[in-house]
């Protein structure tokens, strides 16, 4: 006879399914990517990003685009990171809109994780091939085991076209060409199917009689006999044996199927060859760097001394991917995203040449909305409150050089 409380009981079941099932299949698009909420020192003090190129603004489906450009591994890597021993080089898209046909760093392709060393600049490029319609924000990115996805900067891309004739063909070891797009899918969609089946079958065979409280409340009183009748344990053992059964007839099948299979193939590549920089003849001293609250500005005192032999101008300050140039020294006309470009951001107190062998104190003043917008301004709440990023000089026949600033950043608030 039914009572109250078994229908309590199955009502509180029937719940809690619906409630876990919602939690699974609700999920919400996400329309940005958070890279303005990744600590500061993070995009600041590990990768260095530059020279970045997105090849097209607008893909077809089934076509491909390029990423490519630089890397600077900054030498200061901050301890509260894992080193990037174990890296990966990575696309920041939302979800797989792209696939990845490719990956290069330097001239090696990189399926798998490398080990990066401090200090060095590399190359790489990344060929990814459009998959779904939309517009999507892409960013380059490198994974480091024990830091994360450490973010660069990211660039609007829009795919065109239909996702339904998207392909995704490739020749197997053995001479098969497969679809990967939807290769085995019906098989999964069977398998996934059979296992669902099965195990309702098991939750309704033990749901059809009063579940938790009556259950509870017989084992509190001591009435365990008749909780588990004989046909319980028969029905459990032809569950066992069906399941164990089931196992082993679909592992034959794919074995006879499938006889010659590889593992995907996972690794840690060493000795990346780091890009030949020119050398670098012209050293900087940060005598201090203080960031201005109310202005939004950063600004630095350095002395530059000049050992090469044509004279130099300071160009550009790239910080966090946030390009700030002097523009009587260098333009961009790269198409870099405009949020990170503050094409007339850096004003230096006296940019006439640097002759060579001359040193010279100059106040440099880094100020746009960036500060604010991209959420680099955090750094002064940050109990090691330093600063990182690339300088670039450039002499008269347009030739540059690349020189890392490091130092505390002092915060004024008035
Ligand atoms: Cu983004």
């Known amino acids: 006879m039914k009572t109250i409380k078994d229908k309590v009981a199955k009502l509180s079941f029937v719940a809690l399914l619906m409630t876990l099932s919602a939690a699974m299949l609700y999920t919400p698009t996400a329309s940005a990517h958070g890279e303005k909420s990744q600590a500061a020192f993070m995009r600041m003090r590990t990768i260095h990003w530059f020279d970045l190129n997105w090849s097209k603004p607008v893909v077809e489906v089934n076509e ?13 890597w901050p301890e509260t990171v894992d080193k990037p021993e174990v890296s990966f080089l990575n696309i920041g898209i939302p979800g797989p809109v792209f696939i990845r046909a490719g990956s290069w760093i330097g001239d090696q ?47 609007f891309v829009t795919i065109t076209g239909t996702m339904g004739s998207f392909t995704n063909e490739l020749t197997t070891l053995t001479g098969q060409t497969i679809d990967l797009e939807t290769w085995g899918l019906s ?7 059979l296992w669902y089946l099965v195990g309702v079958a098991w939750l309704v065979y033990w749901c059809r009689r009063p579940v938790f409280i009556p259950r509870h409340l017989a084992v509190s009183a001591g009435k365990l006999d008749g909780l588990i009748t004989d046909g319980d344990k028969k029905v459990a053992i032809i569950f066992f044996v069906g399941t164990i059964g089931l196992v082993l007839f679909g592992m034959g099948q794919a074995n006879s199927k499938y006889p010659v299979t590889t593992p995907l193939q996972a690794g840690l590549m060493r000795g990346m060859v780091p890009l030949e920089m020119p050398e670098v003849s012209i050293n900087v001293k940060v005598e201090e760097a203080s960031y ?41 006309d790269s198409g870099y995203p405009a949020d990170l470009l503050a094409d007339a ?27 604010e917008v991209y959420r680099l301004s955090d750094l002064i709440y940050d109990p090691d409150s330093r600063f990182a990023g690339l300088l670039f000089f450039f002499d008269e026949n347009g030739n540059r050089q690349m020189v890392m600033v490091d130092a505390p950043l002092i915060p004024v608030f008035i």
């Open 64 to 76: 491909t685009m390029e990423i490519s450009g630089k890397f600077h591994v900054f030498a200061g």
């Open 109 to 155: 392709l990189v399926p798998r994780s490398v080990t990066l060393e401090l200090g060095e600049t590399y190359s790489f490029r990344v060929l990814l091939k459009a998959r779904r319609p939309g517009e999507w924000h892409v960013h380059t990115m490198m994974n480091v085991e024990g830091g994360g996805p450490i973010i660069g900067p990211g660039k």
């Open 187 to 193: 098989n999964i969609y069977f398998w996934h199917g």
């Open 292 to 332: 201005r609250v109310p202005g939004r500005a950063m600004q630095m005192t350095l002395t530059i001394t000049n050992n090469g032999d044509s004279a130099v101008r300071l160009g550009e300050f790239n910080t966090a991917s946030v390009r700030f140039l002097d523009p009587e020294v260098y333009q961009d």
């Open 345 to 371: 951001g850096l004003s230096v107190s006296d940019n006439s040449p640097i002759q060579p062998g001359e040193t010279r104190t100059i106040e440099v003043t880094a100020s746009d909305a960036a500060w």
